[in-house]
Each structure stands twice: as structure tokens, then as C-alpha cells.
């Protein structure tokens, strides 16, 4: 059976960082693309970053570009986004997901090629 489960959201201030993590069980992370997703009440969710499955390279968003990092432990089968320096702009549920290789370069159409879905977690950012 196919589950990520995300963890790691959190209220924090303007500046501290959060690391976000999405295990994942029933397939390996060389089997799919991981993509990152955020999104908040009344907006389309969008894709914040990928990593893919293949050879671990990895895209983001102009909107967290230098903020955010995405990684993964492959012995983990675990797939972590660091996001350091948050912004008031960026609270949201969290998603991760498993993509279609091939879907995860280009992050605005990355939606279409989920296969996965993870539950979320909540990021907050609040001074």
C-alpha cells in the first residue's frame, strides 16, 4: 500500500526555519518524482518543489528559490524540504507528493502528473 505521511509544520515567527519531512512506504523514492505543494484556503495549490526519483535533481519555485531545500534520504526512503528565512506569504498546508517522472521540471503543470498524495501538514508563520 502507497502512504506518505508529511510531518514537521508548525507555527513559527517571520525568519526561523522549518523542516518538513514526507516518509514514504509502499514504493521506492527512485520509483517516482517528490513534489512539494503548498496551499492555502480559496487558491489552487501549487507546486513549491521536486525532487526527482532518477538522479535527485531538484527545482523550485522563484517564489522560495534560495529559501528552500529540498533532499532526501534514499536509506529513509524520506524526503525532507528545509525552509529557512519564512515569510508572512508563506503559510499553507504543506503537501508532498509522488509525480509522474517527467511531470516535476516544470512545477505550474507538475499537479497533473500525481499519482500520491500525502495528508499535509500545517505551516504557520505568525509574529
Known amino acids: 500500500q502507497v502512504q506518505l505521511v508529511e510531518s514537521g509544520g508548525g507555527v513559527v515567527q517571520p525568519g526561523d526555519s522549518l523542516r518538513l519531512s514526507c516518509a514514504a512506504s509502499?514504493?521506492?523514492?527512485?520509483?517516482?518524482?517528490i513534489g512539494w505543494f503548498r496551499q492555502v484556503p480559496g487558491k489552487e495549490r501549487e507546486g513549491v518543489s521536486s525532487?526527482?526519483?532518477?538522479?535527485?535533481?531538484?527545482v523550485y519555485a522563484d517564489s522560495v528559490k534560495g529559501r528552500f531545500t529540498t533532499s532526501r534520504d534514499i536509506a529513509k526512503n524520506t524526503v525532507y524540504l528545509q525552509m529557512n528565512s519564512l515569510k508572512p506569504e508563506d503559510p499553507a498546508d504543506y503537501y508532498c507528493?509522488?509525480?509522474?517522472?517527467?511531470?516535476?521540471?516544470?512545477?505550474?503543470?507538475?499537479?497533473?502528473?500525481?499519482?500520491?498524495w500525502g495528508q499535509g501538514t500545517p505551516v504557520t508563520v505568525s509574529s
Open positions: 507528493a509522488a509525480v509522474e517522472p517527467g511531470w516535476g521540471r516544470i512545477l505550474r503543470t507538475m499537479l497533473v502528473g500525481v499519482h500520491y
Open positions: 525532487i526527482s526519483g532518477s538522479d535527485g535533481s531538484t
Open positions: 509502499g514504493f521506492t523514492l527512485n520509483s517516482y518524482t
